[in-house]
């Protein structure tokens, strides 16, 4: 039964084949997505942070965002209305940062900092990524040509 249900989430012709190069292409982008947690995390904790921990947090961050984002805006909900999305966007966000703080080891005002960080050297990465490769994340930064 629960075999049925999972292949109903994925197209019947992705195969096997298919379904091994789209978890191997989840671990790579899941690695790539942590390097600048991970660079952002060193700088402020002061090179204590390890790749492990900066996965673990990139990994742990946007589950615990959406369970946060969904439960309060489900509750909140019916008791404000539709204004309960904007709290449970500011709650989901402090609770991702919350995860930053219990990884690494930081005040709040350090996991706010690595989450800045992080955004600013995925920005840089990118850019340099798309002018010595010219590999961009399509529609982020602007065709000059």
Do not use: C, H, N
């Amino acid at each position: 039964m629960v075999e049925q249900a999972a292949l109903r989430v994925l197209p019947p012709e992705l195969g096997l084949v298919g379904i091994i190069v789209l978890i191997i292409g989840l671990l790579i982008l899941w690695a790539v997505v942590s390097i600048p947690v991970w660079l952002a995390a060193k700088v402020v904790t002061g090179g204590k942070a390890s790749l492990g921990s900066a996965m673990a947090a990139t990994l742990l961050g946007p589950i615990v965002y959406i369970i946060v984002l969904f439960v309060v805006d489900f509750f909140l909900g019916a008791l404000i209305g539709a204004s309960a999305f904007v709290w449970a966007f500011i709650l989901a966000f402090l609770a991702w940062l919350g995860v930053y703080k219990a990884v690494f080891q930081t005040g709040w005002l350090g996991a706010f900092a690595i989450a800045v960080l992080a955004v600013l050297v995925f920005i840089i990465l990118s850019a340099l990524l798309g002018l010595l490769l010219g590999i961009t994340i399509p529609g982020f930064f602007p065709r000059l040509v």
